[in-house]
């Protein structure tokens, strides 16, 4: 067992090179970075409309501190996750239902703003 693991060193006198004979019959898949993903795409977008959200005058004038800290909140889990997926490198089925309950959340509190309190 151990000549097993001395001869696969890559420093081991003893280790077999093996010849790599490119093959030009493979095809080239050209693969789409996570961040292009439609998900990530459309909760960046709503993260963007609750920094807005958060920057707005008409919140501050109106010291609306309990919505600005609920928007803080989510908007804070949300760019968490994205950047947990984007790390991970793939979306999967938990990924994917966390993005869309975290996304649908951000939308409803960006309506709110933008209903009640004519945030853009």
Request: hydrophobic share 35%.
């Amino acid at each position: 067992m151990l000549q097993i693991l001395y001869n696969n060193i890559p420093s081991s006198p003893f280790r077999n090179e093996i010849d790599v004979i490119p093959n030009d019959n493979i095809t080239k898949t050209e693969y789409v970075t996570i961040n292009e993903h439609p998900l990530i795409k459309d909760m960046n977008k709503e993260i963007s409309k609750a920094k807005e959200n958060i920057e707005n005058p008409i919140m501050y004038h109106k010291k609306m501190t309990n919505i600005k800290n609920l928007i803080r909140g989510v908007l804070n889990r949300c760019i968490f996750i994205v950047q947990q997926i984007i790390k991970l490198g793939e979306l999967n089925g938990e990924n994917e239902k966390d993005l869309i309950i975290m996304m649908e959340s951000l939308k409803k509190l960006n309506k709110i703003c933008y209903d009640i309190y004519g945030c853009k």
